[in-house]
């Protein structure tokens, strides 16, 4: 009897929570996911090429010694594959992101190790090159393996 009590129970709460599991956001304009309930990875530390390329136009922010700076992700480009990768890697595809300073002051003029920050990901470390300039702009590479 119990376990025919403890039965019942059960298939009512699944009832119940039926029409709240199948509750979904509504679709972005920008074509970008609107929560991260829709991502398919929970860090930027693991994701790989198409979910970077899917993030182009983000901006993210660094603290750095000389202040705050705002930088937005303006290409992400696969390198050419030769050959298979070691299993122990975590990317199908070794890839570089470029980032482009869209304000703040001068970033310092060495590669080093940063720390990002975007309103819906963790924090990311990440290693990226030193600044260079492109007419009026600034853009630093990060690569991932």
């Not at 920008?30 to 693991?46: H, M, N």
């Not at 390329?53 to 705050?68: A, R």
């Not at 390198?79 to 304000?103: H, K």
Request: glycine share 8%; charged share 15%.
């Amino acid at each position: 009897m119990l376990l025919a009590g403890l039965g019942a129970g059960a298939v009512g709460v699944a009832a119940a929570a039926a029409p709240v599991l199948s509750l979904r956001f509504a679709a972005s304009t920008s074509g970008r996911p609107v929560s991260w309930w829709d991502r398919t990875f929970q860090s930027l530390k693991a994701a790989g090429l198409a979910e970077w390329k899917g993030i182009v136009g983000e901006t993210f922010t660094l603290d750095s010694p000389s202040g705050s700076h705002l930088l937005r992700v303006v290409a992400v480009a696969a390198f050419p594959v030769s050959g298979s990768r070691p299993r122990t890697l975590g990317r199908s595809q070794a890839f570089s992101v470029v980032f482009e300073a869209v304000s703040g002051p001068p970033l310092p003029t060495a590669d080093r190790l940063y720390e990002l920050a975007h309103y819906s990901y963790p924090s990311l470390p990440i290693y990226m090159s030193a600044p260079a300039a492109l007419g009026q702009k600034t853009r630093l590479i990060a690569v991932f393996n």
